[in-house]
C-alpha cells in the first residue's frame, strides 16, 4: 500500500515544475485581466465613431480666392446701369476732321430758298471745300451770292464734256461747282456714270440773271440775243400729264420755244436751254408760260445768257 500512494504521489521535480507554470499561468492571468479590463473600459467609455466620407477635390486652373476677395459677376450677367443720369452709357464719336479745313465767312447770305430743302433722286457728293453755285463752267458768276460751305451735300445730276465741272442741286437752286471741291475729285468710277451735258454755256455767254418761280419776268434794256438755261422739278414722283413750257415776250408766246414735258420723273426738265428766234429789243419782257392741267407745286430755276453775235453756242 505505501508503495501504491508512493507511486501517485508527483516527485519532487514535477511539482517544481508545475509550481512554476502555475506562477506563469497566473502571472499571465493578472497581466492578461489588468490590460483586457483597460481595453473593455475604454472601449465601452468612448461613442462609436461614424466614419467621415473624403471629399476628392478636382484641381482647376482658377486659383480659389481668398475669402476677402470680391468676386466679380460673371461675363454673361448684364451690369446694372450707372444711378448717375447724366453719364452717356455709349459715347457719340466725333465727325471725322477735314483735311483741310475752310473756315465759313461770318457774313454767309440767306439760302436760296426759305423753303426746307427737297431730297432728290440723284447722287450725293461732299463738298471738300467751300464754294458757290456757278451760272457756267466756264465763268466765275454765281447764280445767286451764297456760299456753300464745305461739308455740305450737293445732288449731282451730271458733268460737263470735260469733267471739270459738276451740274449740282443744292437747296433748291441748281449750278455748277468744280469737281476739285467735291469727293468726286480722281474718282472716275463715280465721274463716269454721269450723264454728260453737252451743250453747257461757253465762256463768250454772259449771264444776266437768275429767276425763281413760273411768274418771273425779265425786261432787256438793250437789243441783243438771248438764250434761257431752265430746270423745273417736282417734289414727289410719278405720272405728270401731257405740259408744256415757252417763252413769252410781252405776254406774247413764242411758239418757236415751246418744250413738251414728257418726263415722269422727279425732274421735268433738266438744264433745257431756251431761245427765241430773234433779237430782243429795248424795253421787252420776257416770261414763262406753263401749260398742264396739274395743280402740283412745281420748283423752277431759270438763268438768262446774252449771247453776243461772235458767240457760238449750240443749242436747238
Not at 114 to 140: C, D, K, M
Not at 252 to 275: A, H, N, P, W, Y
Request: charged share 15%; glycine share 6%.
Amino acid at each position: 500500500m505505501r508503495d501504491i500512494k508512493r507511486s501517485f504521489l508527483p516527485s519532487p521535480a514535477v511539482t517544481r515544475r508545475s509550481t512554476h507554470g502555475l506562477l506563469l499561468v497566473f502571472l499571465a492571468f493578472v497581466l492578461l485581466g489588468c490590460d483586457g479590463a483597460t481595453v473593455v473600459g475604454e472601449t465601452q467609455s468612448r461613442p462609436e465613431e461614424t466614419p467621415v466620407p473624403v471629399t476628392t477635390t478636382m484641381p482647376t486652373d482658377t486659383p480659389v480666392p481668398p475669402a476677402d476677395t470680391v468676386v466679380t459677376q460673371p461675363v454673361d450677367t448684364p451690369m446694372p446701369l450707372p444711378t448717375d443720369t447724366s453719364v452717356p452709357v455709349a459715347d457719340t464719336p466725333p465727325p471725322p476732321p477735314t483735311d483741310t479745313p475752310v473756315p465759313v465767312p461770318t457774313d454767309t447770305p440767306a439760302p436760296v430758298a426759305t423753303v426746307a430743302p427737297l431730297f432728290y433722286n440723284l447722287p450725293p457728293a461732299t463738298l471738300t471745300s467751300a464754294t458757290g453755285l456757278y451760272a457756267s463752267p466756264n465763268r466765275a458768276e454765281l447764280i445767286v451770292p451764297a456760299t456753300i460751305p464745305a461739308g455740305e451735300t450737293v445732288y449731282v445730276m451730271g458733268r460737263n464734256g470735260t469733267g471739270s465741272h459738276l451740274r449740282v442741286v443744292w437747296s433748291t437752286g441748281v449750278g455748277w461747282v468744280p469737281v476739285s471741291f467735291t469727293n468726286y475729285n480722281g474718282r472716275q468710277d463715280l465721274l463716269k456714270p454721269l450723264p454728260i451735258f453737252t451743250r453747257e454755256p461757253p465762256a463768250c455767254a454772259v449771264p444776266i440773271t437768275t429767276q425763281f418761280g413760273l411768274s418771273s419776268t425779265w425786261t432787256s434794256d438793250i437789243k441783243q440775243r438771248i438764250a434761257v438755261v431752265v430746270d423745273l422739278f417736282r417734289s414727289r414722283y410719278g405720272e405728270f400729264p401731257a405740259s408744256s413750257l415757252s417763252l413769252t415776250v410781252n405776254g406774247v408766246e413764242v411758239e418757236e420755244s415751246r418744250r413738251e414735258i414728257v418726263e415722269k420723273g422727279q425732274f421735268s426738265l433738266k438744264d433745257v436751254v431756251f431761245t427765241v428766234p430773234q433779237d430782243v429789243q429795248p424795253g421787252d419782257t420776257v416770261g414763262y408760260r406753263l401749260e398742264t392741267s396739274s395743280d402740283e407745286p412745281l420748283t423752277f430755276m431759270a438763268t438768262i445768257f446774252s449771247v453776243p453775235q461772235n458767240c457760238q453756242w449750240e443749242i436747238d
